[in-house]
């Protein structure tokens, strides 16, 4: 979601007068203005929300196109803005989207949700899970999609919950996908690639093996000694180490780990490990909370018809 500057706002759904002038404009004038061919209500949002967050000239504001929202009195409009280089995170970018009034007066933030669809099908739809590892039955009801990153603190940390979910829910599919933060984590590629190609060449069982011992030595893992280290690791679970090279160097493996890095960013995650539920975001890294979601969708989908 936009916005993020923490001088300016918390992450709360806002209705706001566009401006003074927005509301003296004579009814025609308003209603040009509010035509999603007209560039003159963009114009105006974008005027708005600079002096509504403070964003000088630094900041790059894009917005547009206007079109329709869901609901007939409401015009939409996406926004995404740049940092500049004199705050943090120079050059990261922000996006999100506003929501106005037909006759520019009023502004709205946050989500429209339609309350006759199912919330999570979309994303649901967007996940390719039949090529990946996974532990579980393939034709459970309900899986658990994990974008984790061999490098990751946080993924490391996580692990040894996600095994004891696992074992308390065998009726659940858990799916794993690849989103190696090579910016943050030099050696994180060359794990996926490595994971990738044992999954292929042995099996996914195999996987799950050199998942946990590259987890379980992580922290003995550096840039420096990463490709022997996985390399053992590979051969250790029953990969040939030329064979391994051969496929971590092919164009296949590159593939497979950038089109899970695709499907991530496409759902939204920004950070590991990121979980869908069913097709539900959670980012929780607890237990508790993990078991709760899964017992809640477990129950919903059993009194399905």
């Known amino acids: 979601m936009i916005f993020k500057r923490p001088a300016f706002l918390a992450f709360v759904i806002l209705t706001l007068a566009l401006s003074a002038a927005a509301q003296t404009e004579t009814a025609a004038q308003t209603s040009s203005a509010a035509s999603p061919e007209n560039p003159a209500l963009a114009a105006k949002v974008e ?78 739809a967007k996940m390719k899970l039949g090529d990946s590892p996974s532990v579980g039955p393939a034709d459970a009801k309900l899986a658990v999609v994990e974008f984790s990153d061999f490098e990751c603190p946080h993924c490391q940390e996580m692990y040894p919950i996600v095994k004891a979910v696992e074992a308390e829910f065998p009726q659940v599919r858990f799916v794993y996908k690849n989103f190696p933060l090579e910016q943050l984590h030099p050696w994180a590629m060359t794990a996926a690639l490595a994971g990738r190609c044992v999954y292929k060449s042995v099996s996914s069982d195999a996987f799950i093996k050199f998942q946990d011992t590259v987890f379980a030595n ?60 069913n097709g539900r975001l959670f980012l929780a890294a607890d237990r508790q909370s993990l078991e709760d979601i899964i017992r809640f969708d477990l ?3 059993d009194t399905k018809p």
């Open 218 to 277: 992580q922290d003995a893992i550096t840039a420096d000694n990463a490709w022997d280290q996985i390399t053992a690791t590979a051969v250790s679970v029953g990969a040939s180490a030329d064979a391994l090279h051969s496929c971590m160097t092919a164009p296949d493996a590159k593939a497979a780990v950038e089109a899970d890095i695709t499907e991530g960013k496409s759902l939204g995650v920004e950070s590991t490990p990121t979980f869908f539920i």
């Open 299 to 301: 129950s919903r989908l």
């Open 47 to 124: 005027a708005y929300l600079r002096f509504l967050f403070g964003w000088g000239p630094g900041y790059t504001v894009k917005l547009g196109p206007v079109t329709q929202s869901p609901i007939p009195e409401l015009l939409q409009i996406p926004v995404s803005v740049t940092v500049p280089a004199s705050v943090t995170q120079p050059g990261h970018v922000e996006t999100g989207t506003v929501y106005v009034t037909k006759d520019g007066r009023f502004m709205l933030r946050g989500e429209i949700r339609d309350m006759s669809k199912d919330p999570f099908a979309e994303n649901r």
